[in-house]
C-alpha cells in the first residue's frame, strides 16, 4: 500500500449550496488550507489545476452533475488587444498601478464597500466588515500583491506611485507561471474608463514585463452573462478533460 506524505494536503468537501452563477442549479466545492512553509508552492501547483485562492483556502468547484465552471488563464505572449481593448487602455493612460504589500488600508475598504453596495449588495460579500475586508487581504500564506491604481503625479517618473484619489485595486498571487488576479474592485462612477477591462489588460503587461506567460482569470461559467466577459481575451487556455486546451 503506497502512503500519502505526512504532510500531502487534505482536501474536504462542502455541503450542496445554491449556484450564484446559474439560477436553479446547486454547487459544491472541494477545498483544502493553504497554511505554513508548503503554501507557495502548493498555491502555485493547485491554481494550474484549476483551482482558486480564497485567503488560507484553496478551492474549485465539485458539481455532481455540472462542468460549467471553467478555469481560464490568458496566453501573455500571444495577446493581442482588440481595438475596443486599445481604446481601454488610451483612456486610462493617466493611471499608475503600483504594486505594494497586502496591506488593507481604510481608503481600500471605503472604495470596496462603495463597490459591494453598487455593484453586488445581494451577492455573499455584501456584508463584509471592515475587519473581513483586512482577512481578505493580509489572510494569506502565499506571494500576494495589492495593486493600487491612481493617477499620476509630479513625483510619479520617481517614485512609480500615482499621486491622485484610488481609482482601483487588485488582490493579486504571484504564482511561479503567472499572475492571479483574486479579487478587483473599483470607482463605477467613473464608467467611461472601463476599469475592470483596464485591469486585466493591465496584468497581462505586467505578467509580459515580469516573463511570466500566464494571467488566470478565474472561472468563465457557460451560461453566465455576468462571467462572459472573460472569453474575451484571446487567446487563452480552458482546463478540460484532457487538460489546458488552447482557445484562439
Same mark, same amino acid.
Do not use: W
Given at each position: @500500500?503506497? /502512503?500519502?506524505?505526512?504532510?500531502?494536503?487534505?482536501?474536504?468537501?462542502?455541503?450542496?449550496? !445554491?449556484? $450564484?452563477?446559474?439560477?436553479?442549479?446547486?454547487?459544491?466545492?472541494?477545498?483544502?488550507?493553504l497554511v505554513g512553509k508548503r503554501a507557495v508552492g502548493l498555491n502555485d501547483t493547485l491554481t494550474q489545476s484549476g483551482f482558486r485562492r480564497s485567503q488560507t483556502i484553496a478551492?474549485?468547484?465539485?458539481?455532481?452533475?455540472c462542468r460549467a465552471c471553467v478555469s481560464v488563464r490568458v496566453k501573455v505572449?500571444?495577446?493581442?488587444?482588440?481595438?475596443? @481593448?486599445? /481604446?481601454?487602455?488610451?483612456?486610462?493612460?493617466?493611471?499608475?498601478?503600483?504594486?505594494?504589500? !497586502?496591506? $488593507?488600508?481604510?481608503?481600500?475598504?471605503?472604495?470596496?464597500?462603495?463597490?459591494l453596495d453598487q455593484r453586488h449588495s445581494d451577492g455573499g460579500m455584501a456584508d463584509m466588515s471592515v475587519l473581513d475586508y483586512s482577512m481578505m487581504v493580509e489572510d494569506s500564506h502565499v506571494d500576494s500583491r495589492l495593486i493600487e491604481y491612481r493617477p499620476r503625479g509630479i513625483d510619479s517618473f520617481i517614485n512609480g506611485r500615482g499621486a491622485g484619489p484610488l481609482a482601483a485595486v487588485c488582490l493579486t498571487d504571484v504564482l511561479a507561471d503567472g499572475l492571479s488576479m483574486v479579487y478587483s474592485f473599483y470607482d463605477l462612477?467613473?464608467?467611461?474608463?472601463?476599469l475592470g477591462t483596464y485591469m486585466i489588460l493591465e496584468h497581462i503587461e505586467r505578467a509580459r514585463r515580469l516573463g511570466l506567460p500566464h494571467v488566470y482569470l478565474g472561472y468563465w461559467v457557460d451560461g453566465s452573462r455576468k462571467m462572459a466577459y472573460k472569453a474575451r481575451y484571446l487567446p487563452q487556455e480552458r482546463l478540460g478533460m484532457n487538460g489546458w486546451e488552447l482557445v484562439k
Open positions: @500500500m503506497t /502512503r500519502e506524505p505526512r504532510d500531502a494536503p487534505q482536501f474536504y468537501l462542502t455541503s450542496p449550496a !445554491p449556484c $450564484p452563477y446559474l439560477p436553479g442549479k446547486e454547487e459544491r466545492k472541494v477545498f483544502t488550507h478551492y474549485r468547484p465539485a458539481c455532481e452533475n505572449k500571444d495577446f493581442k488587444p482588440s481595438r475596443n @481593448m486599445r /481604446r481601454v487602455m488610451e483612456a486610462n493612460e493617466d493611471l499608475i498601478g503600483y504594486a505594494q504589500p !497586502p496591506e $488593507p488600508t481604510s481608503e481600500q475598504y471605503s472604495l470596496f464597500r462603495t463597490y462612477a467613473q464608467g467611461h474608463r472601463s
